[in-house]
C-alpha cells in the first residue's frame, strides 16, 4: 500500500498538493493568443523598460523609463505621439512610474523626485510634492487628494491633499520579521471605486477596500485560489531577505466593474509571467473572484505591466521587450489559425501528390533501365553462342 501511495505520489505531483490543502478554488482558464505587438520606431526610439501602462481617449500611454518619456500609440499600436526629457526640473523625468488619468489630465508619480507632474495634452502644468519617496505603484487621485501606498510605522497607505500639506496614515499593516522586512511586503496597488478604496497586496494578494476616511470596511484574501496558493507555497516567508520583494499581484488594473490582477504564479520555476486573475468588482463592497485568463504563447511571457479596455488587454513583455496585444474576441486569430491550417494541409497534399508522381516517374526511369539492361544481356548472349 506504500509502496502505490509513493507511486501516486511520484506519477501525479498534484495529488501531493491537494492533500496538504483541501478546498482550494480551481479556475479553468480562458486562453488568450496575441494578434499583435509593438518593439519600437525603427532606429529612433527602442524601449526596454515600461514601468506603468495607462490608458486614455483610446491612447495607451507607455511610461518609459529609459527614453524618460511618455510613449503614446493607439490600440493597433501605431505611434501617436511622446513628451518629456530627462532632468530634475519642472515636468522633467528622473524615474517615471504610473501615470493616473482623469477629467483634468495626467498626473505622473516621480518617486525618486519625491513629486507629482500634472500634464494636459502633453504639456506641463504643476508639479506637487510628495514626501519620502512617493509611490512607485498605482495610486488614485480623488476629490483633490491623492491615495498612495506608502508603508510606514502601523500603515500601509496615505492620503495627502494635492498642493496641501496635510497628510493622514492608514491601511492594514501585516507583520514580518522586521521593520524593513515589513515595510517592504507592504506595498500596495491602489484603485478608487464608488466613494471607496481597492488596495491590493502585491505580496499577499490581499484586497482590502477602504471608505475614503481611511477605514477598512472589507477585505479577501485570494490565498484560497489554486495558482495563488501554489505559487506562495513555494517560498518560506521567515527566510525571506529584509528587502527582497517577491511580487506575487506583478500589476493590477481596474477597467469599470473588473480588476484584473497580472500574477508571478511561475516565478520559482522561471518559466514567466502568464496569468491574469479577474475579480468582479460591480459591488465595491463584496469583491468576488470571477475567472483566470492565461496569455498563451509559443514561448512563456514575462509579462510585468498591463492595462484592459473593452476589446483588448496589453501586457509589456520585458523578455522581448515588446508590448503585446490580445483581443478579447478571438475569433479572427482563430480564422487566420484555420486559414493558415488549411493552408498548411493543402501544401501537405501537393507535396504528397508531388512526391507520388516522383515515385511514379522513378519508377518508369528503372523499369526502362532495367528492360534496357535485359535486351543487352540477350544480345551478349547470341554474340557468345555464334563464337562457338
Avoid at 492594514?172 to 478608487?192: A, C, E, G, W
Wanted: charged share 30%.
Amino acid at each position: 500500500m506504500n509502496r502505490i501511495f509513493l507511486l501516486l505520489l511520484l506519477l501525479n505531483p498534484l495529488f501531493y498538493s491537494c492533500e496538504q490543502k483541501e478546498g482550494l478554488q480551481k479556475l479553468e482558464a480562458t486562453l488568450l493568443k496575441s494578434d499583435k505587438d509593438f518593439m519600437s520606431l525603427g532606429d529612433t526610439l527602442y524601449f526596454s523598460h515600461i514601468s506603468g501602462i495607462g490608458i486614455q481617449d483610446s491612447i495607451i500611454w507607455l511610461s518609459d523609463n529609459r527614453n524618460h518619456l511618455l510613449l503614446g500609440l493607439n490600440q493597433d499600436l501605431e505611434y501617436r505621439q511622446h513628451f518629456g526629457e530627462k532632468g530634475k526640473g519642472p515636468g522633467e523625468f528622473l524615474e517615471i512610474n504610473y501615470s493616473y488619468f482623469n477629467e483634468n489630465g495626467m498626473y505622473i508619480s516621480q518617486a525618486q523626485k519625491n513629486s507629482l507632474e500634472h500634464f494636459v495634452n502633453g504639456k506641463f502644468q504643476k508639479s506637487y510634492r510628495i514626501e519620502n519617496g512617493g509611490t512607485r505603484e498605482r495610486f488614485a487621485i480623488v476629490n483633490n487628494k491623492i491615495y498612495l501606498s506608502q508603508p510606514e510605522g502601523e500603515h500601509s497607505l496615505m492620503t495627502k491633499t494635492i498642493g496641501g500639506k496635510d497628510n493622514q496614515s492608514f491601511g492594514k499593516m501585516i507583520p514580518y520579521q522586521s521593520r524593513t522586512s515589513t515595510n517592504v511586503r507592504n506595498i500596495r496597488h491602489v484603485f478608487y471605486k464608488d466613494q471607496h478604496l481597492m488596495a491590493i497586496s502585491v505580496f499577499e494578494a490581499n484586497v482590502e477596500v477602504y471608505d475614503l476616511e481611511g477605514n477598512l470596511v472589507y477585505e479577501i484574501s485570494l490565498a484560497d485560489n489554486e495558482k495563488i496558493y501554489q505559487a506562495k507555497k513555494k517560498y518560506d516567508y521567515s527566510k525571506l531577505r529584509e528587502y527582497w520583494v517577491w511580487r506575487l499581484v506583478i500589476d493590477a488594473y481596474l477597467y469599470e466593474d473588473q480588476l484584473y490582477l497580472l500574477l508571478d504564479t511561475h516565478h520559482a520555476e522561471k518559466k514567466g509571467n502568464g496569468n491574469i486573475l479577474v475579480l468582479d468588482v460591480s459591488n465595491v463592497l463584496e469583491p468576488q473572484v470571477k475567472s483566470l485568463i492565461y496569455l498563451g504563447e509559443d514561448k512563456r511571457i514575462g509579462g510585468n505591466k498591463l492595462a484592459v479596455n473593452q476589446d483588448y488587454i496589453f501586457v509589456f513583455d520585458s523578455w522581448s521587450k515588446s508590448l503585446r496585444r490580445y483581443p478579447f474576441d478571438q475569433s479572427e486569430i482563430e480564422a487566420k489559425e484555420l486559414a493558415e491550417k488549411l493552408e498548411e494541409e493543402e501544401k501537405q497534399k501537393l507535396e504528397e501528390e508531388n512526391k507520388k508522381e516522383e515515385e511514379k516517374a522513378e519508377k518508369k526511369r528503372e523499369s526502362k533501365a532495367a528492360r534496357k539492361t535485359g535486351k543487352n544481356g540477350k544480345k551478349g548472349d547470341k554474340g557468345k553462342r555464334r563464337g562457338r
